[in-house]
């Protein structure tokens, strides 16, 4: 089950670049989104094999299978 929680709130009134600056704040966040070391692409956090490998890269260069 899918469940959308607020990361951040910004105001109605807010510019171009307070909006580019929320969105970039919350792709940083560790608890939704890491950087595979393999690949360098940044995943949500339920698609990682673990900490630092993607599942697209555990199974191409791992032989994990899902």
Request: proline residues 2%; hydrophobic residues 40%; charged residues 15%.
């Amino acid at each position: 089950m899918t469940v959308w929680q607020p990361v951040t709130h910004i105001s109605i009134d807010s510019n171009a670049h307070q909006i580019i600056a929320a969105r970039l704040n919350a792709l940083k966040r560790k608890r939704y989104f890491l950087v595979c070391i393999e690949c360098g692409f940044r995943h949500v956090v339920g698609h990682m094999h673990d900490a630092d490998i993607c599942q697209g890269c555990a199974s191409n260069k791992h032989g994990v299978m899902y």
